[in-house]
Every structure is written in C-alpha cells, then in structure tokens.
C-alpha cells in the first residue's frame, strides 16, 4: 500500500513507539537515511530507536545520534524488546526481510505497522505502506520527501540535513551517478539551506583514513587487480589474510570497485572480499549492463541496475572461478 500521509501522521502521534531499521553491512545511505528520519521523529516528541543488524564502519561515525544506534548482533536482548515493544517499524534502504538477517523474523512478528522507505527494485508486498521509488537518487533523497509530503519541511535542522547529506553523497558517488536527478541537487539546496556544510561531511566520510587503510588500497591495486580489456570487466579480489595484514577494519575497502570501473574500456567492475566461510561481492556497471540482474541469477544478490552486490559460500579463489566462468560462458556484456 502506498504512503496515506494523514494515516502515517495518525501513526506517529506523541505516544508513538518508533524503531527505525536498516539493512545488514550498513552503508552512508542506510546509516544516514535512519539518523535522518531519527533526528526529524524527535522532533515531534516521539520515542524512537534505530537497530541495525551488525556494526557500520568507523566513517560514518560521526554523524549526531550515532552513539544511540542500537546494534542487533551485539545486544539482542534490547532489540528483541525494542522491536517486540513498537507502534511502528520503518524498513529504510531494503524491502526484504532477509536483507536484516535475524532481525528479519522479529520484525515479521511484531504487532506494528511497518512502513517501508526504500529505492531498490522488487519489493515485497509485506509492508502496510510503502514509499518505493526506484528511480531515487538514494533513500536518504525519499526520507527527504517524506518529511515534505508530510507538511513537516519547517523541521529540517542542520542534524538532519548532514544525515541525508552523507546518504545522498555517498549513495549517488558524490553525485556522479545517472540516479543524480535534478531533484537530487534541488534537495541537497534545501538541506544547505538549513545549515549543511557539504565539504564538512565530505571530509569525515572521505578525508579519514587510516595509514593501514591506505596501504591495503595500495596492495589491491597494484597486486590483485585484473583487467580483461576483450570484455571490458575488472577484478579485484582479496583474500581473509590479506585483509588481516593490513589490520584490516570494516569499511576500509568501501569504493574500491569503483577504481575498476573507472579504467578506460571498462564496462563492469568486481570486487570480491573473502569473509569467514564465504565471499562477498560488489558488482558496478555502465550504460545498459544490468549487474542487479547478473548478482539476483548467480550470486545470491541484487540491487540496482548498474550497482549491486552478492554472495557465495565459496573461497575467494573458487568464487573468481566461478565468477570468470559466469562471464565467459553465461552472460552478455
């Protein structure tokens, strides 16, 4: 069902109990679309809690509110009662329940309404209202234009707009990618408008790394990354224990995909990080290439058209077979 904003505005009266959650691996969209939302209910006097599934890396710390943030994996109990205890849930930056993991089933469970945020494709019918919109820039964009059509604009500070800032920036790849709208730029207008600094929140996303970070980039790029310029697709991949040489925290080899895309001739890029007892995927595309369809076929994923993500329970060098294989033998590029 679509948003009734005048039911939602009855759902979020000042008894309210709200929990926001986001999807598993948390990235600036998700982090910054739920603090956003987080900061604007507040506002309205309601008693509100994000959970996230597992730890979001150190980068997107800073944002005001984060030290609040709820973490599923390591305090169960909280979010078991948090979940069980809501009016409302909002589902921000994922539309299937197996996208939050084990949260997944307390969420079905639970008595509240569940309203759904989100700019992926495919979504399910489970929600009671949904604001879906593929065509988003990011759902820190669609958060925005939901407090809008809610009448509620006149709340936006300066905490919510570095929020849906570092959403729309980090989702949109500093706002080079085709999802950027006009109405992307015209959002980001009205966010400086009450108090964003945009390089502000560029530099604690961007200007933050560490040493070993910086050197575990370096090693990628110089030893593990292949180029097959016949069919325009780069790969890079690195193994648990090159991860660990370089101390290795979460978050450290966010963007790394998008240096294979950017050389000359590429059409996609693959990035593969080996975890304990599988392999991750992050896949990137140009023009018409469709990865969300490649990932949703043969590797336990999805997402967007040019940039989506997946995963096998495979080794990092049975997953490069296999995704070699695939490309060779099983898609079109």
Same mark, same amino acid.
């Given at each position: 069902?679509?948003? +009734?904003?005048?039911?939602?505005?009855?759902?979020?009266?000042?008894?309210?109990?709200?929990?926001?959650?986001?999807? %598993?691996?948390?990235? *600036?969209?998700?982090?910054?679309?739920?603090?956003?939302?987080?900061?604007?209910?507040?506002?309205? *006097?309601?008693?509100?809690?994000?959970?996230?599934?597992? %730890?979001?890396?150190?980068?997107?710390?800073?944002?005001? *509110?984060?030290?609040?943030?709820?973490?599923?994996?390591?305090?169960?109990?909280?979010?078991?009662? $948090?979940?069980?205890?809501?009016?409302?849930?909002?589902? $921000?930056?994922?539309?299937?329940?197996?996208?939050?993991?084990?949260? *997944?089933? %307390?969420?079905? =469970?639970?008595?509240? @309404?569940?309203?759904?945020?989100?700019?992926?494709?495919?979504?399910?019918?489970?929600?009671?209202?949904?604001?879906?919109? @593929? #065509?988003?820039?990011?759902?820190?964009?669609?958060?925005?234009?939901?407090?809008?059509?809610?009448?509620?604009?006149?709340?936006?500070?300066? +905490?919510?707009?570095?929020?849906?800032?570092?959403?729309?920036?980090?989702? @949109?790849?500093? &706002?080079?990618?085709?999802?950027?709208?006009?109405? #992307?730029?015209?959002?980001?207008?009205?966010?400086?408008?009450?108090?964003?600094?945009?390089?502000?929140?560029?530099?604690?996303?961007?200007?933050?790394?560490?040493?070993? =970070?910086?050197?575990?980039?370096?090693?990628?790029?110089?030893?593990?990354?292949?180029?097959?310029?016949? =069919?325009?697709?780069?790969?890079?991949?690195?193994? $648990?224990?090159?991860?660990?040489? &370089?101390?290795?925290?979460?978050? +450290? #080899?966010?963007?790394?995909?998008?240096?294979?895309?950017?050389?000359?001739?590429?059409?996609?890029?693959? &990035?593969?990080?080996?975890? $304990? !007892? &599988?392999?991750?995927?992050?896949?990137?595309?140009?023009?018409?290439? +469709?990865?969300?369809?490649?990932?949703?076929?043969?590797?336990?994923?999805?997402?967007?058209?040019?940039?989506?993500?997946?995963?096998?329970?495979?080794?990092?060098?049975?997953?490069?077979?296999?995704?070699?294989?695939?490309?060779? !033998?099983?898609?079109?590029?």
């Amino acid at each position: 069902m679509n948003l +009734d904003y005048h039911r939602i505005k009855e759902l979020l009266g000042p008894s309210a109990k709200v929990v926001i959650t986001t999807h %598993r691996s948390p990235d *600036g969209d998700a982090i910054g679309s739920s603090l956003g939302l987080y900061h604007f209910l507040i506002l309205n *006097g309601l008693e509100v809690s994000v959970i996230i599934p597992d %730890r979001d890396p150190e980068f997107l710390h800073w944002m005001r *509110g984060h030290d609040l943030i709820t973490v599923f994996e390591s305090d169960q109990e909280k979010s078991k009662t $948090l979940i069980n205890d809501a009016d409302v849930i909002f589902s $921000l930056d994922y539309n299937r329940l197996d996208r939050i993991a084990e949260m *997944g089933s %307390r969420v079905e =469970r639970a008595s509240a @309404t569940k309203i759904l945020i989100d700019h992926h494709i495919d979504p399910a019918d489970y929600f009671n209202f949904s604001l879906s919109d @593929t #065509t988003a820039s990011s759902t820190a964009e669609l958060v925005f234009r939901f407090i809008d059509s809610l009448g509620w604009k006149e709340l936006l500070n300066k +905490d919510i707009a570095e929020c849906l800032y570092a959403g729309i920036m980090t989702d @949109t790849g500093s &706002f080079k990618f085709s999802s950027t709208s006009a109405f #992307t730029h015209r959002v980001v207008a009205d966010l400086m408008d009450v108090g964003l600094v945009p390089d502000k929140v560029h530099n604690a996303i961007f200007d933050n790394s560490s040493f070993d =970070r910086l050197q575990l980039v370096g090693f990628a790029l110089s030893n593990k990354f292949e180029f097959d310029a016949e =069919r325009g697709v780069s790969i890079i991949g690195i193994s $648990l224990n090159e991860k660990n040489r &370089f101390k290795y925290q979460k978050g +450290d #080899t966010e963007g790394l995909v998008n240096y294979g895309l950017s050389v000359k001739g590429a059409k996609m890029a693959v &990035f593969l990080s080996e975890e $304990l !007892n &599988f392999t991750k995927f992050s896949f990137r595309s140009k023009g018409q290439i +469709d990865v969300n369809k490649i990932a949703r076929g043969y590797f336990n994923g999805g997402g967007h058209k040019n940039a989506a993500g997946g995963r096998l329970d495979m080794s990092l060098k049975e997953s490069i077979n296999y995704l070699k294989d695939v490309i060779e !033998n099983k898609i079109t590029l």
